[in-house]
């Protein structure tokens, strides 16, 4: 592959901060990209509402809605919303939450103090799920009467709910007491309620550390199966144990799991390319990461740049879909310098928004990853192995593709060229430098024509580009000799002020109007960087 370089395009990069930037590279013939930010925190992009109940997508990679409109999870992890909040603050939740493209939500149907609500189980005004203590065969229906209420309210937010029927860090111990039957029945009755209800996907476990134990799994099951007896429509999914795990690891859960939860605390990429070459493939969400403003024991922490690299790393895998976790939000403390109110309008949301208005312009649905480096052939560095390694350190640069060759999307973390393989694109080709913190886009591009440089295998068409000073890599004069066959134009000494003086470009010096216009051209109007200032 080496042997021909006409088709290459290097790209250098330099960041001020160590949250890296995404490159994207589309062919000009395909859906235009927008050359001016649009993602700014005053221009999120509403979520439509979805026509419901969601479902796989025929290649099993995705979820789309009742009319096949592919459906990209944005979502948040408000765990313990059903037992700390008020209908009318769960509506304040979700409206804040909507303003930031969000339309998923995980919540427990049953919360005790193992996610932050009362020991018992009640609620924060003291309503039990049960009408007597432990005993799943007697719901009342007061608790889950409030339950549809607030999956009412998310429905008219937009909103999605994982519906997490048996949270197993709190309340395992009580299904095992009361067995497989029984659990079976709650299924049941829980099913029934809810089965109209359109806005669920069902889900089960959470830091599900015994699965592998038949009794504890089937149990959990048990109630699974119930469900779905009574309610054919809606999907399912789980979590199971940290540090790292997938849906799919459980193969007694293999025919019911119709979404695969992604977990770990370590870097995204491995765990998200393992679920994805599954043999059984189902469509991969990212349900949790590391959690904003928490610090588990062995793990790199919920720092900003640790979240951003997950959240960033995952979607240039061509894994768009997750739900973001914060400590406030997990546990909606009500302290006075902690409260979940307070701490809403975080920067972590607040990139997931940004990511979310940057996807959602795009293909997403069918970018691939690329894991032989066809794409991105030099300076991707070393990924880690599954359940291996530091978020905080990793350098390695994720890359996904489109099947037809209109889109290429590179993460980068630090400053190094890397290498694309411009024949992987159909057509003339351009590029945009994306900033995941300010969601900024570069005002300048690099195009590039194939049909030009492969009229004559002598010719040089890879390109360097530096970012981050305002200027061109080169000086002028090497850049007039990097030129070749091409001429050199200097810069016009004409400029806005305050701006940096432009360098000067390469063009044809003669040939047709097509040609001149497939030339390569280098615009420096500004500095293009990466990170919070």
């Known amino acids: 592959m080496m042997q021909d370089i006409r088709r290459r395009f290097m790209m250098r990069f330099m960041m001020r901060s160590g949250m890296g930037t995404l490159v994207i590279v589309w062919a000009l013939g395909g859906a235009a990209f927008p050359a001016v930010n649009t993602a ?18 025929a290649n099993g990679r995705y979820l789309v809605d009742q009319n096949n409109m592919p459906f990209m999870i944005v979502g948040d992890s408000p765990q313990s919303l059903i037992g700390r909040l008020s209908t009318s603050d769960a509506a304040f939740y979700m409206a804040n939450r909507r303003r930031y493209g969000i339309n998923t939500l995980w919540v427990h149907l049953l919360c005790n103090d193992k996610i932050a609500c009362h020991k018992d189980g009640t609620t924060f005004d003291g309503t039990s799920p049960f009408m007597m203590p432990g005993d799943i065969t007697k719901p009342n229906a007061a608790y889950f009467g409030r339950v549809e209420e607030m999956l009412k309210i998310a429905a008219a937010h937009g909103i999605t709910i994982m519906l997490d029927v048996v949270e197993t860090s709190g309340w395992l111990d009580t299904f095992k007491t009361n067995g497989p039957e029984k659990a079976a029945a709650f299924g049941q009755y829980v099913g029934s309620r809810y089965k109209d209800v359109p806005n669920i996907i069902w889900m089960y476990g959470n830091d ?80 949790e990461a590391s959690y904003k403003f928490e610090h588990n024991a062995n793990t790199d922490g919920g720092s900003l740049r640790t979240s951003g690299v997950e959240n960033i790393g995952r979607c ?19 302290g006075w310098f902690s409260s979940w109110r307070s701490h809403l309008d975080t920067p972590g949301v607040t990139q997931l928004g940004y990511m979310k208005n940057l996807f959602a312009r795009l293909r997403w649905y069918d970018l691939v990853p690329d894991q032989i480096h066809t794409v991105v052939t030099d300076g991707y560095g070393t990924p880690a192995p599954l359940g291996t390694g530091s978020v905080a350190t990793d350098t390695y640069a994720t890359a996904a593709r489109a099947p037809d060759g209109r889109l290429v999307i590179v993460y980068v973390l630090t400053i190094r060229p890397i290498t694309v393989d411009m024949s992987k694109l159909s057509g003339p080709t351009a590029a945009r430098w994306y900033d995941p913190a300010l969601a900024s886009i570069s005002r300048w591009a690099a195009r590039y024509s194939q049909t030009r440089a492969a009229r004559s295998s002598r010719r040089r068409a890879r390109t360097t580009i530096a970012t981050g000073t305002g200027y061109l ?5 090497k850049r007039r000799s990097s030129c070749g066959w091409r001429s050199w134009k200097p810069a016009t000494p004409k400029r806005s002020a305050g701006s940096p003086p432009r360098s000067g470009r390469c063009r044809y010096a003669r040939g047709t109007k097509e040609a001149q216009q497939a030339a390569i051209s280098f615009l420096a109007k500004r500095s293009c960087t990466t990170g919070v200032q």
């Not at 859960?253 to 765990?271: C, F, I, K, P, S």
């Not at 240039?316 to 009500?334: C, E």
């Not at 890599?473 to 004069?477: C, G, L, N, P, Y």
Request: no cysteine; glycine share 4%.
């Open 473 to 477: 890599s080169s000086k002028q004069a």
């Open 316 to 334: 240039s895998r061509a894994l768009r879909d997750k739900l973001h976790g914060s400590k406030y939000t997990w546990a909606l403390p009500t």
């Open 208 to 287: 599900f550390q015994t699965w592998e134990n038949p009794d504890d799994d089937g149990v959990v099951l048990a109630v699974a199966n119930g469900i779905k007896s009574v309610d054919p429509r809606h999907i399912h999914t789980t979590e199971l144990n940290y540090p790292t795990s997938g849906s799919l690891d459980d193969t007694r859960w293999e025919a019911l799991v119709e979404l695969d939860g992604a977990y770990t605390y370590y870097h995204t990429y491995a765990r998200v390319l393992t679920e994805y070459n599954r043999r059984n493939l189902k469509p991969i969400f990212m349900e």
């Open 40 to 57: 700014t925190a005053e221009a999120y992009t509403t979520p439509s509402s979805p026509s419901y109940p969601l479902k796989v997508s």
